[in-house]
């Protein structure tokens, strides 16, 4: 005899599914909550606060990264 909990019967797909759902929904509610995101006054995107925007490089106003030059020196091959 077993001495844990046995299911009675076999539960459907979609109770499992919809079960985590709910635990993912509630997951990224907590995540999003305690991550302290800004929004970049010159692009307007999210990026994390206290540091550099990725989408424009510019911190509080100020040109920090310059995104074409990361590109070149990535792309850039020295002979
Ligand atoms: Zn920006």
Known sequence: M??????KQKKPKNK??????????SV????TNSVN????????SKHLAHTVCQECGKYRGRQVTDK???????TKIKA
């Open 68 to 74: 074409q030059k990361e590109i070149e020196k990535i």
């Open 28 to 31: 990224l509610k907590r995540l």
């Open 2 to 7: 077993a001495k844990h909990p046995v299911p």
């Open 16 to 25: 499992s599914k919809t079960r985590y759902g709910s635990f993912k929904t």
């Open 37 to 44: 995101l800004s929004i970049c006054p010159d692009c307007k």
